[in-house]
């Protein structure tokens, strides 16, 4: 009978790989927990309605991208492809949000069918942050400055950088649309595939297209910026100087907007050089229009989300996972005989009472001295307890380094725990 293999694009996270995503999330938790931010937890399955109704019956992840199914009660249903859709409908649904400020997050895989590629997968994890209630661009500014504390944190600093714009009301959007439409007509048979096709149904995702020709008719084309309303004009230009006043280096990217229709004014990519095409590690903007859309009160909103395949994939190009990012034991624990596996058992628990925060294995499942010694090495422990039934007898155990070239000494068991500790700490 043929194994079952994981569907194509939906990868397994093996042992040896969770512990750098551990790393990455508990510091966005920590970070996160720093700025007053409150996780939310949603279900990964919502009504096909509320993405058609907040994402754009017209963008790629609705027209093309998207898991819709029919449940049993002929409902349509579909794994959410992003989060901030979701985190609205239930922050409106629980009453969180009507003359509240709220700031809140989430983790969790989202879902979209497309071309599988390295740091891109039909499922795939992010982090989102989800602001409501705060008009101003002060609280833009609060999200990019804490992207960077997260980007220091994980050692990223110089890896990331920052480029915003201003995509303006969607009176303004609408009028340039008119005029981008206009000019773009003339050369239609010049345009890529994509954005011939995008013309007709988003022709603002033309701006961040990487055809050549079509960037260089792109060049003579009309500019979102002198488009905009008094209103995103004046938020864009605070915004510049919060981050200027924050020591926060930025490039203003006229060609940047976002590919989901709910976005206005603000918004931002962080991107790095050192993964190849696949460049922005976190995305996000202002969606003020969308709790309205959704059959909430106008609320103000702002988040963004990150791709944790792609944020762990540049850790590992440059070579930054942190040691303690791994996988490794602290101590590993053998039993040498059968009268000696309950007292290696207690021994262990001792250890892990006495020594919080250390990986304490112990060996079970038998074998000889050379097998268990074996499983020890394998384990990436610094230090073997060695329980045999001298040992026993005696009240004392072997201490064998395994990473060094020093010698196996012989510690009694009441001692045991403030050797290691001195041991483990250098």
């Not at 002929?74 to 901030?84: N, Y």
Request: charge should be negative.
């Amino acid at each position: 009978m043929a194994k079952i293999q994981a569907i194509r694009g939906m990868n397994d996270i093996l042992p040896e790989e969770t512990p750098v995503w551990q790393f990455v999330e508990s510091t966005a938790r920590k970070v996160l927990h720093q700025y007053g931010y409150q996780e939310i937890r949603m279900p990964v399955v919502e009504q096909t309605d509320l993405f058609r109704r907040s994402i754009g019956e017209v963008t790629d992840i609705v027209e093309k991208e998207m898991y819709t199914f029919e449940d049993r009660n002929g409902d349509s249903l579909t794994l959410r492809p992003e989060g901030t859709a979701g985190c609205v409908r239930a922050a409106e649904e629980h009453g969180l949000l009507f003359n509240q400020t709220r700031r809140l997050w989430y983790t969790g895989p989202m879902f979209r069918h497309e071309r599988p590629q390295k740091g891109r997968y039909r499922q795939f994890h992010q982090i989102g942050v989800e602001c409501f209630g705060m008009p101003g661009p002060d609280i833009d500014a609060e999200l990019l400055i804490l992207t960077a504390r997260f980007w220091e944190a994980l050692g990223l600093g110089n890896h990331a950088r920052l480029e915003i714009n201003s995509i303006g009301s969607s009176a303004a959007r609408k009028e340039f649309r008119s005029a981008l439409v206009d000019y773009l007509s003339q050369y239609k048979t010049r345009l890529d595939e994509d954005s011939q096709r995008r013309l007709d149904t988003n022709p603002l995702r033309i701006l961040d297209t990487k055809d050549p020709e079509t960037r260089r008719l792109l060049a003579d084309a009309p500019r979102l910026e002198d488009y905009l309303d008094d209103d995103s004009r004046a938020h864009f230009e605070q915004l510049k100087a919060l981050l200027d006043a924050s020591g926060i280096a930025y490039t203003v990217n006229p060609s940047l907007v976002r590919g989901l229709d709910y976005y206005g004014k603000t918004v931002f990519e962080w991107v790095t050089d050192s993964l190849g095409a696949q460049g922005t590690i976190c995305a996000g903007g202002r969606y003020d229009g969308l709790v309205e859309q959704l059959g909430g009160r106008p609320t103000t909103a702002v988040g963004f989300a990150m791709g944790l395949e792609r944020l762990i994939l540049l850790l590992e190009t440059l070579g930054l996972v942190p040691d303690e990012a791994n996988s490794n034991a602290d101590v590993y624990v053998t039993a040498m005989g059968a009268t000696t596996i309950a007292p290696a058992l207690a021994l262990a628990e001792t250890l892990r009472n006495e020594l919080p925060g250390r990986v304490i294995i112990s060996h079970c499942g038998g074998g000889s001295f050379k097998s268990q010694m074996k499983k020890a090495d394998k384990s990436g422990a610094r230090y073997a307890v060695i329980l045999g039934e001298n040992e026993l007898a005696n009240a004392t155990v072997g201490l064998k380094p395994l990473r060094s070239g020093e010698e196996q000494t012989t510690v009694t068991q009441s001692e045991l725990a403030t050797v290691l500790a001195d041991t483990l700490a250098n």
